[in-house]
Nanobody
Framework: QVQLVESGGGLVQAGGSLRLSCAAS????????MGWYRQAPGKQRELVAG???????NYAESVKGRFTIFRDNAKNTVYLQMNSLKTEDTAVYYC???????????????WGQGTQVTVSS
């Protein structure tokens, strides 16, 4: 199976920057999509950014122009560079991957354990 391990969360002042990383490991045949979701207290989990294996990206409107997602396919790692952070970006950020552990398996969704990002005013 695929395991996702996140790092890079923390506390930052508004206007600051953070970079999140997520490395996939374990039995991996292919990973088509990787991305980041977030969930703030009392709110539903929402997509922040996603990237396909050939580099096509999509972003939530609220983060366009401030966040950049990129990935290293050779390392099965996805990154989220977050600039000009706002207090409303405070949430638990979850790494997501859609992939196959073996060629005969269907694509499956995998999730990291989450990393807290807190933006103070």
């Amino acid at each position: 199976q695929v395991q996702l391990v996140e790092s890079g969360g923390g506390l930052v002042q508004a206007g600051g920057s953070l970079r999140l990383s997520c490395a996939a490991s374990g039995l991996i045949f292919s990973i088509s999509m990787m991305g980041w979701y977030r969930q703030a207290p009392g709110k539903q989990r929402e997509l922040v950014a996603g990237i396909t294996s050939n580099g096509i990206t999509n972003y939530a409107e609220s983060v366009k122009g401030r966040f950049t997602i990129f990935r290293d396919n050779a390392k099965n790692t996805v990154y989220l560079q977050m600039n000009s952070l706002k207090t409303e970006d405070t949430a638990v950020y979850y790494c997501h991957a859609k992939g196959k552990p073996m060629v005969v398996f269907p694509e499956t969704d995998y999730w990291g354990q989450g990393t807290q990002v807190t933006v103070s005013s």
